[in-house]
């Protein structure tokens, strides 16, 4: 059975790009914002290679660590925060269905149901959480989801599949699990939620 290695991808900004094949320097098109941080931020899509992330700004030319694998005179280019884990889930029991009804019964017994929404519920937990990995999820990725909202569900990084969910939590709660040098490997639980219908 093949490891599933998770990722995780939130914060996009969406920037329009000049790109020259095989150039690691891009040129954005327009201003980049001044109270966002692109270091270290992956580009998404098909144009970029999974690994390029941006490893300098000046002006509006952004270099990446990898050169994109066209030209493209306009390009609109989403660059995201991502964080892959090192190990697979050690429980991932697959996304369960729920439906939220309201139920109404008359005065003469006739039942009335309405369906409101079908939600996803996808519960994981994992294991061996280097303190590298925990702290960025602690300080990045959970501040960002439970003060934003959306962020996108890699089961298998490799496969380039993703789901959008919101965190169906109100905190993260790890737990020290192996000693490791002078820090800890962590274990949690996290529960992530998104409307189907």
């Known amino acids: ?65 990898a050169p994109p694998g066209d030209t493209r005179a306009s390009i609109l280019t989403e660059f995201v925060q991502r964080l892959d884990f090192d190990y697979p889930c050690s429980v991932n029991d697959g996304e369960v269905l729920r439906v939220n009804k309201t139920i109404s019964t008359s005065v003469a017994g006739v039942r009335q149901e309405q369906t409101n929404f079908v939600e996803g519920i996808l519960e994981l937990e994992f294991k061996m959480i280097s303190p590298e990995i925990f702290y960025r999820l602690q300080e990045s990725w959970f501040l960002y989801a439970a003060m934003i909202g959306e962020f996108q569900f890699y089961q298998h990084k490799e496969t380039g599949q993703y789901i959008t969910y919101t965190l169906d939590l109100n905190e993260l709660d790890p737990t020290r699990h192996i000693p490791k040098n002078n820090d800890f490997l962590y274990k949690f639980k996290v529960r992530f939620r998104r409307v189907v219908l």
């Open 1 to 65: 059975m093949p490891s599933f290695i998770p990722r995780l991808e939130w914060e996009p900004i969406n920037l329009e790009l000049s790109t020259i094949e095989g150039n690691p320097d891009v040129t954005v098109i327009g201003i980049i914002p001044d109270n966002v941080n692109l270091y270290n931020r992956f580009p998404r899509g098909g144009l970029f290679p999974d690994t390029a992330r941006v490893v300098n700004i000046v002006g509006n030319v952004i270099t990446l660590s």
